[in-house]
């Protein structure tokens, strides 16, 4: 029986920090090993250093989209841009990237090949978890379980 956690980096705009956390909670309780910058970096450390290795070190990137994401210059964008760099290194037929909509809102353009969830909706937690779950057996990390 595996004993690793799933690794996933939670990929977000700032706007969206309070429903971001609730899922990172939510995560944590069902046995994922999430990764929010509000809650593992340290004052003192090199954020954009810590980010590229939570990247690198994670097992899926589950981008938290919103109006505000969607719409939003900066940072978000990047990370974006790094998730699917990484995404075109996996094997075909591998969940590695997830997009999750918060709300009703436009994919962007270069996200619409893959299958997104709509966390708002009814059933939405429970496709993410099975995608997660997917995830976990490609990976040898412990399922999640089921809320």
Partial sequence: MPSKLLKIFLCHSSGDKPQVRALHDVLLKIGAAPWLDA????????????????????????????????????????????????????????????????????????LKSYQWVDLFSEGGMEKLIKSLNLRAKQVGAKTLLVK
Wanted: with cysteine.
């Fill in 39 to 110: 809650e593992q970096l340290l004052p003192g450390q090199d954020w954009n250093l810590e980010i590229q290795k939570a990247l690198d070190a994670s097992d899926v990137i589950l981008l938290c989209l919103s109006k505000k994401s969607v719409d939003k210059e900066g940072y978000v964008q990047k990370e974006i841009r790094v998730a699917l760099d990484r995404a075109l290194e996996m094997p075909e037929g591998r969940i590695f990237l997830i997009p999750a909509r918060l709300e009703e809102c436009e994919l962007p353009h270069r």
